[in-house]
């Protein structure tokens, strides 16, 4: 999930006034909307997981910036999702990591405190499942990129 989505909004308004932002819950729309909304996108901001697999409905040059985790993958590097990459070729979408530092506890939110207990496999798993909150400063020179700014 995105922390504080409003504030975010806001700021890629005001920072890119030509630009159509929706603040979109998938889970409200129907396929029909949401495969509207995502055909019509030129850059689409998500967290992994879930609700990320939707960017194989994205138009040819569209760009994801993907919400990594806390210690996440370095920039742009992405495994191929097995079968789905053999249905859903994904060439035609440029990829973009924003990066989470597990040093500032103020960029995201483990679901449970539990996280810093237990070996690094269930404290990777806690973090992966994190939400994020995102800062303008290190979104911005993502959205420039893909905006081409």
Same mark, same amino acid.
């Given at each position: 999930?995105?922390?504080?989505?409003?504030?975010?909004?806001?700021?890629?308004?005001?920072?890119?006034? !030509?630009?159509?932002?929706?603040?979109?819950?998938?889970?409200?729309?129907?396929?029909?909307? $949401?495969?509207?909304?995502?055909?019509?996108?030129?850059?689409?901001?998500? !967290?992994?997981?879930?609700?990320?697999?939707?960017?194989?409905?994205?138009?040819?040059?569209? !760009?994801?910036?993907?919400?990594?985790?806390?210690?996440?993958?370095?920039?742009?590097?992405?495994?191929?999702?097995?079968?789905?990459?053999?249905?859903?070729?994904?060439?035609?979408?440029?990829?973009?990591?924003?990066?989470?530092?597990?040093?500032?506890?103020?960029?995201?939110?483990?679901?449970?405190?539990?996280?810093?207990?237990?070996?690094?496999? $269930? $404290?990777?798993?806690?973090?992966?499942?994190?939400?994020?909150?995102?800062?303008?400063?290190?979104?911005?020179?993502?959205?420039?990129?893909?905006?081409?700014?």
């Amino acid at each position: 999930m995105i922390l504080d989505i409003e504030n975010l909004v806001a700021s890629i308004q005001s920072e890119y006034t !030509t630009a159509d932002v929706v603040a979109a819950r998938f889970r409200d729309l129907s396929w029909p909307d $949401q495969l509207r909304l995502l055909s019509q996108a030129s850059v689409f901001i998500t !967290t992994q997981g879930s609700s990320a697999f939707r960017w194989v409905w994205l138009r040819p040059g569209a !760009t994801v910036i993907v919400l990594g985790a806390p210690n996440a993958f370095t920039p742009n590097e992405w495994k191929n999702f097995h079968e789905l990459d053999k249905w859903f070729p994904l060439h035609y979408i440029r990829f973009e990591k924003y990066l989470v530092d597990i040093n500032k506890t103020g960029d995201y939110k483990a679901q449970a405190e539990e996280w810093q207990k237990g070996d690094r496999g $269930q $404290q990777e798993w806690w973090l992966y499942n994190s939400d994020v909150r995102v800062q303008m400063d290190r979104l911005r020179p993502l959205l420039d990129k893909a905006l081409g700014f």
